[in-house]
Nanobody, 121 residues
Framework: QVQLVESGGGLVQAGGSLRLSCAAS????????MGWFRQAPGKEREFVAA????????YYKDSVKGRCTISRDDAKNTVYLQMNSLKPEDTAVYYC??????????????WGQGTQVTVSS
């Protein structure tokens, strides 16, 4: 079992930045790829970014490329999502997940409870 707890969300003006963190506890964090997903009100959950178990590979949703950076610190059992140049359309609940290096949510086995990001215009 892996338990995931997100933090770092909040209210920010358009153009601002936030860094989301996801702290993991339980077994073998370093053996899992990690992903960030988001869900806006009335919309389906969507992939945002992923990082491989080794940290060597990353992948991003097209609309966040160049604005977001996913990273991991296995010594701290934590994965991060640095978000810059935020836009109102980035408003959503952001979830981290542990599993396979993939864009599909079904490939992830463990999920956090989410953290709210609200970007005001």
């Amino acid at each position: 079992q892996v338990q995931l707890v997100e933090s770092g969300g909040g209210l920010v003006q358009a153009g601002g930045s936030l860094r989301l963190s996801c702290a993991a506890s339980g077994r073998a964090f370093s053996s899992y790829a990690m992903g960030w997903f988001r869900q806006a009100p009335g919309k389906e959950r969507e992939f945002v970014a992923a990082i491989s178990w080794s940290g060597d590979s990353t992948y991003y949703k097209d609309s966040v490329k160049g604005r977001c950076t996913i990273s991991r610190d296995d010594a701290k059992n934590t994965v991060y999502l640095q978000m810059n140049s935020l836009k109102p359309e980035d408003t959503a609940v952001y979830y981290c997940a542990a599993g396979e290096f993939a864009t599909a949510g079904d490939e992830y086995d463990y999920w956090g409870q989410g953290t709210q990001v609200t970007v005001s215009s």
